[in-house]
């Protein structure tokens, strides 16, 4: 079958959601797919995928953006695609793809993270009322065969904003790479890679991993962190353009010493095999790949119930889940729980991934895909 996957932005190179496309494309094609990308920004081609740029004249970025969700899946079609798989707000796709959950519940849950004013001007700007608007046109166009969430929360955000029949939308979630993210046996090594991360003998080191400290609750976590007398110490790993912000927080605290900021990386594989747990209590955080990937490299993850890789988390592993990660009182006493407890899960954390394979996502992807393709004719 013809193929189209749509994107805003096309980058081999890319992180998130352009791993996911190529990683879908990959599957694809090996199914026997014949598989072309169309994407509003093409910043590199590949050797692999035939890579189509929409053309988008030189509008607004609210009217480029709403130009590229009316043209793309045309353009598609034109070109003889059978099924037109999108991973962008499109309002004609036959599958689309959510990564985000509804864009006005992202918008609302914004108010967790930014000032009233903040979250009010969003709402009120023109790039994201046309996101609303695009994203609501895909989801009623009677084109729309199915939806794929990334999570249980962001299937249910989407039944619930708009009102899909049963069994339209279906969660898959993503694989890990278990050969990439796994625990490091040799102790010489370990050691290594704790020394590059800091550490010192004897002393507990958590990750923090991601891009918009805000969202991810970095500010709430540094709060209910532990004393500097303490021996927990947390490695901040990531990119934010107010990380001085939350490097003098962490200072007017008196934990210089404890909470580090390494910037962002591109090792991040290798320095999760020398941390002993994760903290991610996102404010919103429809899966959190970085979770699973942790937990793969036998790090046990501290996550809220506000992340959607709560779900995956085994029954003894969900003591570290912070229901309201805007408690402080309660951020202090799983943080606690998870200091205590963290070596004794690290086996646990790692079954846990090893269920969630790309091997596994293809077949469900696949069965989606025949199921969507049924429903068109």
């Given at each position: 079958?013809?193929?189209?996957?749509?994107?805003?932005?096309?980058?081999?190179?890319?992180?998130?959601?352009?791993?996911?496309?190529?990683?879908?494309?990959?599957?694809?094609?090996?199914?026997?797919?014949?598989?072309t990308i169309y994407a509003a920004e093409v910043r590199a081609l590949s050797s692999q995928w035939i890579v189509k740029r929409v053309p988008t004249p030189p509008l607004g970025r609210a009217l480029r953006l709403l130009?590229?969700?009316?043209?793309?899946?045309?353009?598609?079609?034109?070109?003889?695609?059978?099924?037109?798989?999108?991973?962008?707000?499109?309002?004609?796709?036959?599958?689309?793809?959510?990564?985000?959950?509804?864009?006005?519940?992202?918008?609302?849950?914004?108010?967790?993270?930014?000032?009233?004013?903040?979250?009010?001007?969003?709402?009120?700007?023109?790039?994201?009322?046309?996101?609303?608007?695009?994203?609501?046109?895909?989801?009623?166009?009677?084109?729309?065969?199915?939806?794929?969430?990334?999570?249980?929360?962001?299937?249910?955000?989407?039944?619930?904003?708009?009102?899909?029949?049963?069994?339209?939308?279906?969660?898959?979630?993503?694989?890990?790479?278990?050969?990439?993210?796994?625990?490091e046996p040799d102790s010489a090594a370990h050691g290594e890679i704790r020394r590059r991360l800091g550490v010192g003998d004897g002393e507990f080191a958590a990750l923090f991993v991601g891009n918009g400290f805000a969202?991810?609750?970095?500010?709430?976590?540094?709060?209910?962190?532990?004393?500097?007398?303490?021996?927990?110490?947390?490695?901040?790993?990531?990119?934010?353009?107010?990380?001085?912000?939350?490097?003098?927080?962490?200072?007017?605290?008196?934990?210089?010493?404890?909470?580090?900021?390494?910037?962002?990386?591109?090792?991040?594989?290798?320095?999760?095999?020398?941390?002993?747990?994760?903290?991610?209590?996102?404010?919103?955080?429809?899966?959190?790949?970085?979770?699973?990937?942790?937990?793969?490299?036998?790090?046990?993850?501290?996550?809220?119930?506000?992340?959607?890789?709560?779900?995956?988390?085994?029954?003894?592993?969900?003591?570290?889940?912070?229901?309201?990660?805007?408690?402080?009182?309660?951020?202090?006493?799983?943080?606690?729980?998870?200091?205590?407890?963290?070596?004794?899960?690290?086996?646990?954390?790692?079954?846990?991934?090893?269920?969630?394979?790309?091997?596994?996502?293809?077949?469900?992807?696949?069965?989606?895909?025949?199921?969507?393709?049924?429903?068109?004719?």
């Amino acid at each position: 079958m013809r193929l189209a996957l749509v994107t805003r932005r096309f980058d081999p190179a890319g992180g998130g959601t352009e791993r996911d496309l190529n990683v879908t494309a990959g599957i694809l094609a090996r199914a026997g797919h014949h598989v072309t990308i169309y994407a509003a920004e093409v910043r590199a081609l590949s050797s692999q995928w035939i890579v189509k740029r929409v053309p988008t004249p030189p509008l607004g970025r609210a009217l480029r953006l709403l130009w590229f969700a009316r043209s793309a899946g045309a353009i598609a079609r034109r070109d003889g695609a059978e099924l037109v798989v999108s991973f962008a707000r499109i309002v004609d796709a036959d599958v689309l793809r959510s990564g985000g959950g509804a864009h006005s519940s992202y918008l609302r849950a914004a108010r967790r993270w930014r000032s009233a004013a903040g979250a009010a001007a969003m709402r009120l700007a023109p790039y994201h009322r046309v996101q609303i608007a695009v994203e609501a046109a895909g989801f009623r166009n009677p084109r729309m065969r199915r939806a794929i969430a990334v999570s249980n929360l962001v299937r249910d955000d989407l039944n619930a904003t708009f009102r899909l029949a049963p069994g339209v939308a279906v969660t898959i979630y993503n694989g890990v790479e278990l050969d990439r993210f796994r625990p490091e046996p040799d102790s010489a090594a370990h050691g290594e890679i704790r020394r590059r991360l800091g550490v010192g003998d004897g002393e507990f080191a958590a990750l923090f991993v991601g891009n918009g400290f805000a969202r991810k609750g970095l500010r709430h976590l540094i709060e209910a962190w532990p004393p500097a007398n303490s021996k927990a110490r947390l490695i901040v790993i990531g990119a934010d353009r107010k990380t001085n912000d939350y490097r003098t927080l962490a200072h007017r605290r008196g934990m210089a010493r404890v909470v580090t900021f390494l910037g962002p990386r591109d090792d991040v594989d290798l320095l999760m095999r020398g941390a002993d747990a994760l903290a991610l209590p996102s404010l919103f955080e429809p899966f959190g790949n970085v979770a699973v990937e942790a937990m793969a490299s036998g790090a046990p993850a501290l996550v809220s119930a506000w992340c959607g890789a709560a779900e995956v988390m085994p029954p003894e592993l969900r003591r570290f889940v912070v229901a309201n990660p805007l408690d402080s009182a309660e951020m202090a006493a799983k943080l606690a729980d998870l200091i205590e407890q963290a070596s004794l899960m690290r086996a646990a954390a790692r079954a846990a991934a090893e269920a969630y394979t790309w091997k596994r996502h293809g077949r469900e992807l696949l069965a989606l895909i025949d199921e969507a393709a049924a429903l068109r004719r």
